[in-house]
């Protein structure tokens, strides 16, 4: 048993992975609440989101601007427009037009798109083949709590992780349009006899999705230093599960999924032996088990929290 | 104020409704009758754009909506309670009446119109913030008048309201109507309840297999041998 420090160093190590899941994980969730589909390519907009992040942040930096207070807040917008415009089109081009046939053309579709998406950085981006270095624009430096180390970079990630899902959170909540995509979600043609425009609040949901699959890009980037791209294969598959964990369609199981992903790979680390290799085989093994058990997740449909 | 011109709606190859012709009189109460599959409620979804016409014209106030979607047509003044209610499960009391009021969504009166659903309805009142879906069918049914009724509608489409509500509340239901009616709104009631039906509705129409089979008031479709015959058992 390995001491109670580096469990909880574990831990919250796992959470702050886990916001970045809950991210990407939010996405599959809102897409599948508004058009029961699954949208694979998603994860391969988290990894674009991750280049659109690096490349303004170089493109910044080029004329001169480095300052982070300036630059990051750039970055994040910035990179938010390039996936959410890609991801409104994904929709349109390849989401939409097969929600109503059969669930395997979507997956079809959505799958070729996101290689399309890969290969394009492959190809596009210099040297697109190899990892690229993420500037490290977080406060370096630290202090220990307990025998745990908490790093200024790690509380600056999940801060804005967290700010991030309470936006997302009150625009669903609090906003028009969040009132639009929540009754999309339950009843479509119900929704359009009370005035809400379906192809509109389709748009927007893709857009929020996938924009929040940005911000995790980002946070990817500043977390592991590099970025790479092919990391959307793995994004995407660890998104796509927690969102499974929390029950498709809802919120607030996307987030609690992420979390427990973060935190199982992170503490399976630490547990088992040479665990680090195989925390993600750990990981999915949790899952998968856990999906055997509990078919609609942890919230499941009874909960009345479904978006 | 609701006028349809020769409409034909299909489902695919199957015809739904054959040049369906009929006018509805600005305040007032107009119903349709019809028995099972008669093509009612494919009716109420033409007007409201969620299937297109195949021919004819639908016009509200005047002005074309056959062309225009569904979101376009509710907005010009049109409040629908959908055939099975259609509350949104997962959405509050509150929410569900917001919903109703989603074209304006904040109206300066956006209080008083709730309130006024609230007098209607003092039940809706008692249970605000419980989830639609946890709701009894009768308190559903108010649920989905008072959301209608929250967009200030000029006609208010109702689509076999009374379905599966214990005769009391059907009752409640149709002097609700009555109500809703007298305070201006032009009212549309879709039913199979004929006796009940007619005896608040001014004048109405009769739909089988798809084609008007009868029209006038309500005194004229009630002595008709059709209706006595079908709906009235006299
Ligand atoms: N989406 C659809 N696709 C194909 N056929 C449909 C569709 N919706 C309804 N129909 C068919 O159209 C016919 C008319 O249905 P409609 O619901 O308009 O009848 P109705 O008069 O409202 O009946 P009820 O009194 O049972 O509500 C029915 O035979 C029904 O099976
Ligand atoms: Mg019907």
Redesign the interface.
Known sequence: MPPLELLLQQALNGVMLGVMYALIAVGFTLFFGVLDVIHFSHGDIFMLGAFAGLSTLLGLAAVGLRAPVAALPLAFVAAILVTGLVGVLAERVCVKPLARSSPLMTLLATLSLGLVIRESVLIFYPRGADPKPFPQLLPQGGFEVGGVAIRYENLAILGIGLAAMVTVDLIIRRT?MG??I??VA??P??????????DRTVDATFFLGSGLAAVAGILSGLYYSEIHFIMGITGGVIGFSAAAIGGLGNVYGAIVGGLLFGVLQTTSAALIPRGSEFRDVVAFAVVMLFLIVRPRGILGEQS???? | MLELRGVSTRYGPITMLRSVSLSLAEGRIACLLGPNGAGKTTLIRTI?G?VKPVEGEILFEGRRIDRL???EI??LGIG?V?EGR??????TVE?NL???A??E??PADLAARRDRVFSLFPRLAERRRQ?A?TMSGGEQAMLAVG?ALM?RPKLLLLDEPSLGLAPVLVEQLFTMAQAINRSGTTVFLVEQNARKTLEIAHHGFLLQKGEIAGSGSAAELAASPIVRHAYLRA
């Not at chain 1, 043609?189 to 379906?198: D, F, I, K, R």
């Not at chain 1, 009345?304 to 978006?307: A, C, D, G, L």
């Not at chain 2, 259609?86 to 959405?91: D, H």
């Open positions: 028009r009132a639009a929540r009754a339950q009843d043609e119900a929704a359009q006899m009370m005035g809400v425009n379906l009345v929290e479904r978006v | 409201l969620i979607r569904t979101h509710v907005a629908v959908p259609r509350v949104f499960p997962r959405m929410e917001r919903m109703g989603f074209v969504w904040a989830k879906a959301r967009g």
